[in-house]
C-alpha cells in the first residue's frame, strides 16, 4: 500500500449480498387529482348548461330554430347565410336544439349536395367547440373515475383514441353528452377532431342519401 492511501473496509459479511438501490419508480402523467377535486368544476359545468338551456327555452330561441326558419335564413343571408348557419348550430347544440334540426335545415336550403358539405362542416364546427367549452370549465373529470366499466372504455380511448372517437362518432352522432363526455376524459383535442371528422361522414351522408325519407321521420 502506497503511504497516504486509506485503507477501506468491507463491513458486510463475508459472502453475504451488498445490498442494491431500490428502482426509481417514475410516473406518467399529471398525478390523480385528489377525491373530490373535480365537484367545483363538474358544478361550474352543470350550471353552464342550465344556464344555456333556460336561455335557449325562456327567449324562445329554440323554437324559433326551426328546420323552416334556418332555411328562410339561410337563403335570403346567401353566403353569409353559411357562416350564420355553422355559428348557429355551434350554439344551438348548446341549447339542446337537436342537430338533425340543421342537418336537415342545410339540405333543404343547398340540396343533397350542397347541403351535405355544409351539414357536415356545420356539425364538425359544433361538436369541436362544444369540446373546448366544456374541457375548459369542466377539466378531464372523468379521467381520474375508477369504475371498473368506465376504466375499460376509457383504456379503449386511450390505446386508439381516433377508432374510438369515430365509432362512437357514428353511433350517437351529435348526443350532446358524447361531446360532454369525450371532453372530461384524456382524449386529446387533435385525437376528438381527427376521430370525429371522419365519424360524422357516414351519418351525414347517409341522412342526404335518404333526404326524402328523414324529412318524413323527423317531421
Given at each position: 500500500?502506497?503511504?497516504?492511501?486509506a485503507e477501506t473496509t468491507d463491513s458486510s459479511p463475508a459472502g453475504a449480498p451488498s445490498?442494491?438501490?431500490?428502482?426509481?419508480?417514475?410516473e406518467i402523467g399529471?398525478?390523480?387529482?385528489?377525491?373530490?377535486?373535480?365537484?367545483?368544476?363538474?358544478?361550474?359545468?352543470?350550471?353552464?348548461?342550465?344556464?344555456?338551456?333556460a336561455i335557449g327555452h325562456f327567449t324562445g330561441l329554440t323554437e324559433h330554430l326551426s328546420r323552416e326558419n334556418l332555411r328562410s335564413l339561410m337563403e335570403s343571408l346567401?353566403?353569409?347565410?353559411?357562416?350564420l348557419f355553422v355559428v348557429l348550430f355551434a350554439v344551438g347544440e348548446f341549447m339542446h336544439v337537436p342537430g338533425i334540426v340543421f342537418v336537415l335545415a342545410a339540405?333543404?336550403?343547398?340540396?343533397?349536395?350542397?347541403?351535405?358539405?355544409?351539414?357536415?362542416?356545420?356539425?364538425?364546427v359544433s361538436v369541436s367547440f362544444a369540446f373546448v367549452v366544456v374541457r375548459r370549465v369542466g377539466g378531464q373529470a372523468l379521467?381520474?373515475?375508477?369504475?371498473?366499466?368506465?376504466?375499460k372504455v376509457l383504456a379503449k380511448l386511450d390505446e386508439r383514441p381516433i377508432l374510438t372517437v369515430a365509432v362512437l362518432r357514428?353511433?350517437?352522432?351529435?348526443a350532446p353528452a358524447l361531446n360532454y363526455g369525450l371532453a372530461?376524459?384524456?382524449?386529446?383535442?387533435?385525437?376528438?377532431?381527427?376521430?370525429?371528422?371522419?365519424?360524422?361522414?357516414?351519418?351525414?351522408?347517409?341522412?342526404?342519401?335518404?333526404f326524402e325519407w328523414a324529412l318524413t321521420f323527423f317531421e
Open positions: 500500500m502506497e503511504p497516504g492511501a445490498p442494491e438501490a431500490e428502482p426509481v419508480k417514475v399529471p398525478p390523480p387529482s385528489p377525491r373530490g377535486a373535480n365537484w367545483p368544476r363538474l358544478a361550474g359545468l352543470a350550471a353552464l348548461t342550465v344556464a344555456l338551456f346567401g353566403v353569409w347565410g353559411v357562416l339540405l333543404l336550403a343547398y340540396g343533397r349536395v350542397g347541403g351535405a358539405i355544409a351539414a357536415y362542416a356545420g356539425a364538425l379521467a381520474d373515475v375508477r369504475r371498473a366499466w368506465l376504466a357514428i353511433v350517437f352522432f351529435l372530461m376524459t384524456r382524449v386529446s383535442f387533435r385525437d376528438f377532431f381527427v376521430g370525429s371528422a371522419l365519424g360524422l361522414l357516414p351519418p351525414v351522408i347517409t341522412i342526404a342519401l335518404a
